[in-house]
């Protein structure tokens, strides 16, 4: 039986816990012992895969788990993401491959973790995505290269393949569009609001945090919501469910609206990838990895051109009238539309 | 509870712990408490390290006999894996209780007892092992069935609120009141109070059901995934970024949502309390709500003022409960209320802290009244008062306490130092003091200019004057008419149903 290692800070609901989730669920036969440090409230996020074990150690606590799973368990390999100093721990008895994974897009965060990590006691070092990889060879020494190997991220198909036609949230007459992600540098939550300030009234701003104890960050960005007169266009949701999230992609698809991304930079694109093979319109800015994926309804727009953003979205996702789906506005209307708002 | 579900039961207590086994079956998911009492010989137990001269490790294992990954409750050591030392004492009463989550695919717990001193043996006395459903699967699990079974369209309140849990021994707010007053009407109330709930106070009642905060996505995510279609989400003063996101999502669930402001949290955290407020958060909590009610007209005004849409903000001051409109009758006569005047005795009720309560005005005042006796009940007085002999501190007391020792009292005060905070305040004990008959001298602050029987002060020279005055005032029975009149209307129920009228009536 294969047994594999993963080892990460955070047990939240988002990122990487679904990275774990979905490798876990494509691969029954193998067990997934996953251990995280901090509790973030992703927990009960895999409850339902019966091969997934999870434990949080608390950061007084990992040493000693590390050391003592690894010498009781034949691990066929042990994945370690940004925790790097559990490495030293691992146990050698069984020889088990210790791999490293990077996650993040951008070039100084991995060399910031390639500067904790002890290349010689690594077999391999994953990457998500060929943009990845270029970007870690380039940092590496030229004996250690040949230890990169691109591992994309898995999309869960039985999620995707769900096609609900009751589900439970509510838009009445607006068009919502859909963006996920953090308040941090690289999501970019900002140019999100400025598309939809840029946009007629009817489409409403659906943002998903994935968030923890961040009371002033929040608050901040609640003050950016008032500059742009965002506040009754905009629905912030706090750390959906897997089945929350499932019903979130087909209600915004059913009252046709989009989804959108504006990060700076991306590993893998995890969230474009799912809302595109859901077969939501997406529109995301051309960073990092999003070329490498092959669903026709990724729109790719130049990084930082709200007007192209919002040009698209207004293509993609019109305005539907309430009682006959058809669109609102005529295309001479929205040129006319753009020329007033965006240029005065 | 299960108890001692052993699967080989051929060890004989006491035992000398040297490297024995215990094997028992486990059901994953809920979880196993293991309670140890062991001894050591007269001659060994004042040795510095008999702490750790024995242990336990606790090994899970599935329905083949592999081995479960650690649990994380417990230490582990490298070697070993978790364990835990015993406790023990000459006598034997020393125990150790561990309790522990059974993983899933558990089916059994080996435990291994083991010697750590050989120099220092150690004798097992007692073991009990017992299971029991793991407290945070509880109330979402009880969630699940009820609402299974209930019919969506009956009502359902989510109260997301600084108050304490329910049950409380000496703390029902308006809340707290709230959920027991919409429970009674036939609701179901999931309560979220601000420390969360005792695990064996989780169900209170067959209507309330109490979670930690940290639950509240979770049950948003449980009620709306069962379609309930008749739920209020009520964010009561309590407007940290959980429930600003709760408000948002209620919203596009088709709920209806609550914003009531209670206090002045904004002041609240200049004074040093409330660090999770942010007055951005509460414009957006006011902003997005589909009602928003405050309990004073001060704060029904900063509502408005927070609202950058200038919104409607309703006032429905806080109130008293029927118990105590009970418990007091006996006061609301008019003998009663006419002995009042010949009292020399000034009551309070409440906290006592420096940061509202004016002890420079009540001590100056207590000073130039040498013949009036001040009688204070509560806590939090700051050290070192020196107060005059006429100043008494009774501590804290219960409300039939209180209602005994205030039937000496001629008038009841709420000297509060006038601030945003007090201004804000609507406090309930002006509801207790006419609730038992008793004139009130009060700084201004909620709806005491609104209240018979009341003397507000502006200045703190007016203060004394103004007890004095409502010592020397005769009431009459028209007095006590309206007096009953006014209660009649703040009873809790009343309150309840102003709200829930405001909250049916948006469309």
Redesign the interface.
């Known amino acids: 039986m294969t047994r594999i290692l993963s080892v990460y800070r955070n047990c939240s609901r988002g990122g990487m816990a679904t990275v774990y989730y979905n490798r876990a669920k494509a691969a029954p036969e193998e067990t997934h012992?996953l251990v995280f440090i901090e509790d973030k409230?992703g927990i009960?996020l895999f409850d339902d895969l019966?091969n997934v074990?999870v434990?949080?150690?608390?950061s007084d606590?990992g040493a000693?788990?590390i050391?003592?799973?690894t010498?009781?368990?034949v691990y066929s390999e042990i994945r370690i993401t940004t925790c790097s100093d559990m490495i030293e721990y691992i146990h050698p008895i069984h020889n088990p491959k210790i791999l490293y994974e990077f996650h993040t897009p951008f070039r100084d965060q991995m060399k910031k973790e390639l500067g904790k990590i002890n290349l010689n006691l690594l077999h391999g070092l994953l990457v998500p995505s060929k943009n990845s990889a270029i970007i870690l060879r380039e940092l590496l020494p030229s004996t250690e290269v040949q230890k990169v190997q691109v591992r994309p991220n898995l999309l869960d198909p039985n999620f995707l393949n769900a096609n609900l036609m009751?589900n439970?949230?509510?838009?009445g007459d607006r068009t919502p569009i859909l963006w996920i992600g953090r308040f941090d540098n690289q999501k970019n939550a900002n140019d999100f609001l400025r598309i939809i300030s840029g946009l007629p009234d009817k489409y409403h701003g659906?943002m998903v945090?994935s968030?923890n104890d961040?009371?002033?960050i929040?608050?901040?960005f609640?003050?950016d919501?008032?500059s742009y007169n965002l506040?009754?266009r905009l629905?912030?949701?706090?750390?959906?469910?897997k089945?929350?999230m499932l019903d979130l992609y087909s209600s915004v698809k059913q009252r046709g609206g989009a989804f959108c991304s504006t990060s700076v930079d991306e590993s893998f694109g995890y969230t474009v990838a799912e809302a595109a093979a859901f077969r939501l319109p997406t529109i995301a800015f051309d960073v990092g990895a999003l070329r490498e994926h092959e669903y026709s309804d990724i729109h790719l727009i130049p990084v930082g051109d709200n007007v192209a953003a919002i040009r698209k979205i207004l293509e993609l996702a019109p305005i539907q009238e309430p009682s006959n789906g058809s669109p609102l506005f005529s295309l001479r209307t929205i040129a006319h539309f753009l020329k007033n708002r965006v240029h005065g | 509870m299960q108890t001692n579900n052993f699967v080989n039961n051929d060890l004989e207590l006491p035992f000398e712990i040297k490297a024995q086994e215990l094997l028992f079956f486990v059901e994953e998911s809920r979880d196993v408490n293991i309670v140890l009492r062991a001894s050591v010989d007269e001659a060994h137990s004042h040795k510095a390290d008999i702490g750790k001269a024995a242990l336990v490790v606790l090994i899970f294992l599935d329905k083949d006999e592999h081995?479960?990954?650690?649990?994380?409750e417990l230490?582990?050591?490298?070697?070993?894996?978790t364990y835990r030392y015993l406790n023990v004492s000459e006598d034997g009463s020393a125990e150790t209780s561990i309790t522990v989550r059974i993983?899933?695919?558990a089916t059994k717990l080996k435990i291994q007892f083991r010697s750590w001193r050989a120099e220092i043996p150690v004798r097992l006395l007692d073991i009990s092992i017992a299971q029991q459903n793991h407290e945070s699967a509880t109330p979402i699990k009880l969630l699940e069935n009820l609402l299974s079974k209930r019919n969506p369209s009956r009502p359902i309140f989510i109260i997301y609120t600084t108050a304490p849990q329910m049950g409380h021994p000496s703390i029902t707010l308006r809340s707290n009141r709230f959920a027991l007053g919409l429970a009674k009407q036939g609701a179901l109330v999931l309560f979220f109070p601000f420390g969360g709930a005792n695990q064996n106070n989780m169900q209170y009642g067959d209507d309330i059901i109490q979670f930690q905060r940290?639950y509240l996505?979770?049950v948003l995510?449980v009620v709306?995934?069962a379609?309930m279609n008749n739920v209020t989400f009520i964010c009561s003063a309590f407007s940290?970024?959980?429930a600003?996101?709760?408000i948002?999502?209620a919203?596009?669930?088709?709920w209806k949502t609550v914003y009531e402001c209670r206090d002045d949290m904004e002041e609240f955290r200049r004074s040093g309390y409330a660090k999770?407020h942010?007055?951005?958060?509460e414009?957006?909590a006011v902003?997005?709500a589909s009602t928003v009610t405050a309990v004073s007209p001060r704060l029904q005004q900063k509502m408005r003022e927070l609202s950058?849409r200038k919104r409607i903000v309703h006032l429905i001051p806080n109130g008293v409960s029927d118990d105590f409109l009970a418990k007091s009758k006996h006061a609301r006569h008019l003998s009663v209320l006419s002995s009042r005047s010949k009292m020399k005795v000034v009551g309070y009720i409440g906290h006592l802290t420096s940061s509202w309560f004016d002890w420079p005005l009540v001590i100056r005042a207590a000073a130039a009244a040498p013949d009036l006796e001040f009688q204070l009940i509560g806590f939090g007085e700051p050290k070192n008062l020196e107060l005059p002999e006429n100043v008494k501190l009774l501590g804290p007391k219960t409300h039939d306490e209180f209602i005994s020792i205030s039937k000496d009292w001629g008038v009841g005060i709420i000297p509060f130092i006038p601030s945003k905070l007090t201004y804000g305040v609507d406090p309930n004990k002006l509801y207790e003091y006419l609730a038992l008959a008793l004139p009130v001298v009060s700084a201004p602050m909620g709806g005491v200019t609104e209240s018979p029987m009341t003397e507000v002060y502006y200045n703190t020279t007016d203060f004394l004057p103004l007890l004095q005055k409502s010592l020397e005032t005769h009431y009459s029975a028209r007095d006590l008419e309206v007096l009953e009149a006014y209660l009649e209307s703040c009873r809790w129920p009343n309150r309840i149903s102003a709200a829930t009228q405001l909250i049916e009536a948006v469309q």
């Open positions: 012992d409230g009960a019966p074990n434990r949080i150690t608390g606590r000693s788990y050391k003592y799973v010498k009781e368990f009751d439970r949230f509510k838009w659906v945090l968030l961040q009371g002033e929040f608050s901040d609640v003050g919501v008032y506040e009754n629905s912030i949701l706090l750390n959906m469910s089945s929350q | 081995v479960i990954l650690p649990s994380t230490p582990i050591s490298p070697n070993l894996g993983p899933k695919n940290t996505t979770e995510d709306s995934a379609r940290d970024h959980q600003v996101c709760a948002d999502y919203r596009i669930c088709g999770w942010y007055p951005r958060l414009m957006r902003d997005m950058k």
